[in-house]
């Protein structure tokens, strides 16, 4: 997949249509500082939004492999554009990462994204965990990364809010601040 390519193809039509979206998996742990290989691109997306993007992403040759009411899953024949995932946005707490996200320069600032607050992805890492607890050990690591790289600067209330709607305190202490293991 040449992520370069599909994000300089689709962030353009995302804003011409404005789409609301923010970055999420693998790449957003890059550009928030947490190097990790990905194979496909992920991103939140105000539900609401998604008949947009599913128009979108079958203009440019995808098909759409899977779908839920929390996410769809697009595939190219042409192995250039890979695979694309998004996570609809409904409930108030994903509507409140859309929210939060910024802009970040990608590409030597010729293009901006929109990625999601450290914060939220270590909250969206907790719930893949509660959800499929065999990655385990890549999102603990993940999350401790990201409070390697950002612990001064984290809301801990959120972190600490996503742990207890999660229902994952077991987890807490893995990447918990030292004061408070």
Known sequence: MNLRMVLETLLPRFEAQNIRYALIGGLALG???VGRATMDIDFLVFRDDMPMVDKLMTELGYECRYRSENVSQYVSP???????DFLHAFRESTLDMLRRA????IFGGTLRIKVVAPEDLIGLKLQALKNDPSGRALDLEDIKDLVRIHGEDLDWVRIREYVRILEVEEWYAFFAPPEER
């Open 31 to 33: 550009l928030l500082g």
């Open 78 to 84: 042409l192995a250039v554009f890979g695979e694309v």
């Open 102 to 105: 910024r802009e970040h320069e």
